[in-house]
């Protein structure tokens, strides 16, 4: 986080949730929500790979929220294996950006969460950007993207990942010929590679 992020509670479904609020310089294109990694290993809203997401949407012009589902932090409920926590998800989109362009971005389960939300607000929503990195595939069941948004969908997962193997990525991709993104030599939190993984986010939102 960085000195003029703004933090916030809203009401969510669960109680009340913790919201890290950062805006870009001038006018914004729309507001981007980026989701955290497993709550029940260590997941929040300050892990490194979502303020990496939420650094290269804000660079990109995005109002950038993140947030921490039930149970995190300042967060109140209980973990939900992702039933909640979608939901957790919707409420901070409809208290943040009720109309005009989205964008979603989520790590491990945070981006499993994504896909279903996806899944819920498109096409009533203009979703006008996806970015999904390190998609828990082998431990949960992540929804299919329409195949309309698969331009506007960026997947990266890394070569050597062993929280989430390449393997299950590519076994849920595969059926909706939705391109992969694979970065060799790295694994799951993509140590050491967090600037590369910044610019394939800049590059996809900047298209």
């Known amino acids: 986080m960085n000195a003029h992020t703004q933090l916030l ?3 969510g479904p669960a109680g009340q949730l913790e919201l890290a609020l950062d805006e870009p310089v001038g006018t914004p294109q729309g507001v981007a929500v980026v989701a955290h990694p497993h709550p029940l290993f260590g997941g929040t809203l300050t892990n490194k790979v979502v303020q990496t997401l939420a650094r290269a949407c804000v660079q990109s012009g995005w109002r950038t929220v993140r947030f921490n589902f039930r149970g ?3 967060s109140e409920g209980v973990h939900d294996n992702g039933l909640g926590e979608l939901e957790d998800l919707l409420a901070v ?21 994504t896909s279903h939300a996806l899944a819920r607000l498109h096409p009533s ?20 993207v329409a195949p309309e948004l698969h331009e506007r969908t960026l997947v990266v997962h890394g070569e050597t990942d062993d929280t989430v193997p390449l393997a299950a990525v590519m076994d849920w991709a595969r059926p909706q010929h939705l391109p992969v993104t694979v970065v060799p030599g790295v694994a799951h939190f993509f140590h050491g590679q967090l600037p590369l ?7 996809h939102l900047k298209d």
């Open 93 to 113: 989109v409809q208290s943040q950006a009720p109309s005009g362009p989205l964008c979603l971005a989520g790590f491990s389960f945070g981006a499993f969460v």
């Open 197 to 203: 993984l910044k610019a394939l986010v800049l590059r």
């Open 72 to 74: 995190v932090g300042r």
């Open 9 to 11: 509670m809203i009401e």
């Open 125 to 144: 929503r203009e979703v006008r950007r996806v970015a999904l990195v390190g998609t828990a595939a082998s431990r949960f069941s992540v929804a299919p």
